[in-house]
């Protein structure tokens, strides 16, 4: 919504009306169809080609939560990108891995950013993790139309609760159905090989370096039998993007220290081919 400041100096009466907390409503009570649910799409006589982003892993260890994905995007057989971000910060102790249709999804997630920052703002407070869960859920499920056409969304969640003092990772359907999951997660294309690489690799007691090393093993693995999944691409110096959230707030991993992750489990590999038989260190 546009604010016409010309002629009087004030904003339009619907930006200083007392309403709800959610910026989503109010977009949708003033203009609905700047909401990514509510836009027509012209007919089509089958699924809408359009780049698509894969695969996003989490893993919870004592202090916090590892979410990390691939950097390919994929188009039919085609590689459309081999740099594309899929992990974004979505506040201060949460952040969101998107697989699916790559522009709605980069799309949602500024929504959903703008949607937890308009709260905090109105409210004085921030959401709680499982809020924050349920807003993305609500969010996915708008898209319902545009998913039965083949653009879909299903992203990941994850986030430091300052409530329970814990990571917490979130998964969703098509439908905007919300699952916790416990300990790990993965989704998009190549997310079967990537859980059964970390429900090997998985303890309770695991450090942040050794969960950092586990989501690149779990990438691996997946990309090694998942055409649409990209590994480590030393030549091109392409590597996952790995973001930790503890008490200390979100931190992204910096292209050295995912590049460093990245070699190590590369040169593991090179001695032990079909994967690592003991501990991750």
Do not use: C, W
């Not at 950097?71 to 979505?90: S, Y």
């Not at 807003?135 to 409530?163: C, E, K, Y």
């Not at 091109?236 to 993007?241: D, E, F, N």
């Not at 590999?269 to 994967?275: A, I």
């Amino acid at each position: 919504m546009e604010a016409n400041t010309r002629s009087t100096g004030r904003l339009p009466a619907a930006f200083l009306t007392p309403g709800s907390s959610s910026f989503i409503d109010f977009l949708g009570e003033h203009q609905p169809e700047l909401l990514p649910g509510r836009r027509q799409l012209p007919p089509t006589q089958g699924v809408i080609e359009a780049p698509h982003g894969t695969t996003i892993v989490a893993v919870t260890f004592p202090g916090g939560v590892v979410l990390a994905g691939d950097r390919r995007a994929t188009m039919g057989n085609v590689i459309a990108q081999r740099d594309i971000e899929k992990v974004f910060p979505a506040d201060e102790y949460s952040a969101v891995g998107i697989a699916g249709t790559a522009g709605l999804a980069v799309e949602m997630v500024k929504l959903f950013q703008l949607e937890l920052e308009h709260f905090e703002k109105v409210e004085g407070a921030q959401l709680s993790l499982e809020g924050k869960a349920n807003r993305l859920s609500t969010m996915i499920r708008s898209n319902l139309g545009m998913a039965m056409q083949g653009l879909a969304v299903v992203p990941l969640f994850a986030g430091f609760d300052v409530d329970r003092n814990r990571g917490r990772i979130f998964s969703y359907d098509v439908t905007g159905g919300r699952s916790e999951e416990h300990n790990f997660a993965a989704t998009g294309s190549g997310s079967v090989f990537a859980r059964g690489a970390m429900k090997k690799l998985f303890r309770d007691d695991l450090s942040e370096e050794q969960a950092t090393t586990l989501v690149v093993q779990a990438l691996y693995d997946a990309a090694d039998d998942d055409s649409a999944t990209g590994g480590p691409d030393v030549a091109r110096r392409i590597y996952p993007i790995i973001t930790v959230i503890t008490d200390d707030g979100f931190r992204r991993l910096t292209e050295d220290e995912a590049s460093e992750l990245s070699r190590a489990v590369l040169a593991r590999r090179l001695e032990e081919p079909d994967g690592p038989r003991a501990a991750l260190l």
